[in-house]
């Protein structure tokens, strides 16, 4: 907003030479000029014969009022050197103060993209867990068809056993049991295929870990720059405040004591001429004149005010704004926990079916053994008590096993807790976008 001035016309008309504002100039006076014929040299050079404009004798020169006698030169104008500068600088608060709302606006509106861009991440991260914790259901699952494997071939063993007794059903139950090997190849083949599935979701679990990582460093990244533009911006502020002096006089100029006392000094230093050389009217459009300025200052002030309130809220925006993420970096840093946590189970699980697996393969091959010695000889005595130490020894293996059924037990429920637990996590995640919209909201209103 430019400061108003009021410039002073020279009316030459020819018996005086009145000064007064540009809007209260008529051309009735030099209404002489127009009657007669235009002549340019009677009016720079006027003779007696030759009738022109009457100079007068001039008032002395006055600070801060420029006399000029020809209409090339430029207008007078009444501005007081203080209150230029004055206007100067609020005018050069105003353009930083509006710079560096527009620098907040923008990174508040980064730091709104990159709190979307956690939020995907952590809605990836929740549906990576729910597909960790179905694998782990799924391993659950052919670790107890294992287990019942296991019961059948043990099964197995005591119908071989009745087998050797009765000679006559010898060929066909080994014929069943071939087709139930067969059947259990292609078990351990689907094993195998499951196995190399798990092996793929470890990669996937560790790639993630591995980008989760880099996400963190990131946000320190963006942590560190945010700081240092926070810094920038109070230094910024300080340097405004300090700056900012001035709008306090023009503040403390309110009453109309301290107008008039400041005004009448600035009139004395301005405006000293002689009473009778003044016009009663003009005294009183100066003052107009000074009054609109005091006008336009406190304006100013106000406008300055009204920044610096934004200004703060802007900041108050961007302390909120450092908070949430904070909060979002404990979030990711109990996801590389848990991530952990179920890497760990993976591995454990898959010990246990390779345990498994080798169980079955034991049992396969005393399987063939006993077949064998049913081919070759009857049984007896010694062969009978072997027989006895290796149901025992199968029986302590299967009570082993229903031990490792109970600690996997345990550890779904651990896992069913972890994934509640990733509920809420996201639960909160909705609430912080619902309180951002809202923030969101408030500055656009």
């Not at 009022?65 to 500068?85: F, G, W």
């Not at 010898?170 to 069943?176: M, V």
């Not at 006895?388 to 490792?404: C, G, P, V």
Request: with cysteine.
């Amino acid at each position: 907003m430019k400061p108003q001035t009021h410039s002073i016309i020279c009316s030459s008309s020819p018996k005086t030479l009145t000064m007064k504002p540009w809007y209260l100039y008529t051309l009735e006076e030099d209404q002489h000029l127009y009657d007669q014929e235009f002549d340019l040299e009677a009016l720079l050079n006027p003779t007696p014969s030759r009738p022109g404009v009457q100079t007068h004798s001039t008032p002395p020169s006055e600070p801060g009022v420029q006399t000029h006698s020809t209409p090339d030169e430029s207008p007078l104008v009444l501005t007081p050197p203080e209150e230029a500068a004055l206007v100067t600088q609020l005018q050069q608060q105003l353009q930083r103060a509006r710079a560096q709302l527009t620098d907040q606006k923008r990174v508040i509106q980064e730091k709104d993209s990159e709190l979307e861009k956690v939020n995907v991440a952590l809605l990836k991260k929740e549906q990576q867990v729910k597909e960790q914790s179905r694998a782990h259901t799924e391993m659950r699952v052919l670790y107890n068809t294992a287990v019942s494997d296991k019961a059948q071939l043990k099964q197995e063993l005591t119908n071989t056993k009745r087998v050797l007794r009765e000679t006559p059903q010898k060929e066909q139950d080994t014929a069943d049991t071939q087709v139930t090997l067969q059947k259990k190849d292609k078990q351990l083949e689907e094993h195998i295929k499951a196995l190399k599935e798990t092996r793929l979701l470890y990669n996937t679990a560790v790639t993630d870990k591995v980008t989760l990582k880099q996400e963190l460093i990131n946000t320190k990244r963006v942590l560190r720059e945010t700081q240092e533009k926070v810094r920038e911006q109070d230094i910024m502020i300080a340097e405004m405040r300090e700056v900012s002096v001035p709008v306090s006089y023009s503040k403390s100029r309110g009453s109309t004591l301290d107008k008039e006392t400041s005004w009448t000094s600035a009139q004395k230093r301005t405006t000293e001429r002689p009473c009778s050389e003044t016009a009663p009217g003009e005294t009183m459009k100066l003052n107009q004149g000074l009054s609109r300025k005091d006008q336009e200052l406190e304006y100013q002030a106000q406008v300055t005010q009204s920044l610096e309130s934004k200004l703060k809220i802007q900041e108050g925006l961007i302390g909120e704004k450092d908070s949430e993420l904070k909060t979002v970096k404990v979030t990711l840093q109990k996801k590389e926990k848990e991530l952990e946590e179920h890497i760990k189970a993976l591995k454990e699980i898959r010990l246990l079916y390779n345990t498994a697996v080798m169980d079955k393969v034991t049992l396969k091959q005393e399987l063939s053994n006993s077949k064998r010695l049913s081919r070759t000889t009857a049984l007896d005595v010694p062969k009978q008590n072997q027989l006895s130490q290796t149901e025992k020894q199968l029986y302590s293996e299967l009570q082993s096993t229903q031990r490792e059924v109970n600690c996997l037990n345990s550890k779904n429920k651990d896992l069913e807790l972890s994934v509640k637990q990733h509920e809420d996590q996201r639960s909160q995640q909705k609430r912080l976008s619902i309180t951002d919209k809202k923030w969101a909201s408030r500055r656009h209103y």
